[in-house]
């Protein structure tokens, strides 16, 4: 049986309207905040606390990250070591600024290129190592 060619045309015009309407994205503004650009995503500090630091570690960590929607981190070696505060951490493996430092910090940024982070490192190690009056004053910013 054939549709007269009204209905023919009535059903393949409304067929194309159906699908302009339900193709359209949501709201700019909701879609926006379910799904920012990059440079509008959230970033942290991210702690690598006295040497305590592995490369599966990194891994997980950035990709939890990136999971959850975290824009980027700054790599933020801090050990305490102060007499006033009568606490340390637990002294890890890894050597700020050895070779294997370095290594993890290079996995650090490969993965974090990998998974879309930006990544920045601190100025220096520890809490507050650029300045103090702990810091003799030739070794100061």
Same mark, same amino acid.
């Given at each position: 049986?054939?549709?007269?060619?009204?209905?023919?045309?009535?059903?393949?015009?409304?067929?194309?309207?159906?699908?302009?309407?339900?193709?359209?994205?949501?709201?700019?503004?909701? #879609?926006?905040?379910?799904?920012?650009?990059?440079?509008?995503?959230?970033?942290?500090?991210?702690?690598?606390?006295?040497?305590?630091?592995?490369? #599966?570690?990194?891994?997980?960590?950035?990709?939890?990250?990136?999971?959850?929607?975290?824009?980027?981190?700054?790599?933020?070696?801090?050990?305490?070591?102060?007499?006033?505060?009568?606490?340390?951490?637990?002294?890890?493996?890894?050597?700020?600024?050895?070779?294997?430092?370095?290594?993890?910090?290079?996995?650090?940024?490969?993965?974090? #290129?990998?998974?879309?982070? #930006?990544?920045?490192?601190?100025?220096?190690?520890?809490?507050?190592?650029?300045?103090?009056?702990?810091?003799?004053?030739?070794?100061?910013?």
């Amino acid at each position: 049986m054939r549709l007269p060619r009204f209905y023919a045309c009535f059903l393949s015009s409304f067929a194309v309207l159906l699908f302009a309407l339900t193709a359209q994205s949501a709201d700019p503004i909701d #879609e926006g905040f379910a799904n920012p650009p990059a440079d509008a995503r959230p970033q942290t500090w991210w702690h690598w606390m006295n040497g305590n630091v592995t490369k #599966e570690g990194i891994t997980a960590d950035l990709e939890a990250m990136a999971r959850i929607g975290i824009g980027g981190a700054q790599i933020f070696n801090a050990a305490q070591h102060d007499d006033l505060l009568r606490h340390t951490e637990p002294p890890g493996p890894i050597k700020t600024l050895s070779p294997e430092w370095m290594a993890l910090t290079q996995h650090a940024i490969r993965e974090a #290129e990998r998974l879309g982070l #930006e990544l920045a490192i601190h100025n220096c190690p520890g809490w507050s190592e650029s300045g103090g009056p702990w810091v003799p004053v030739d070794q100061s910013m």
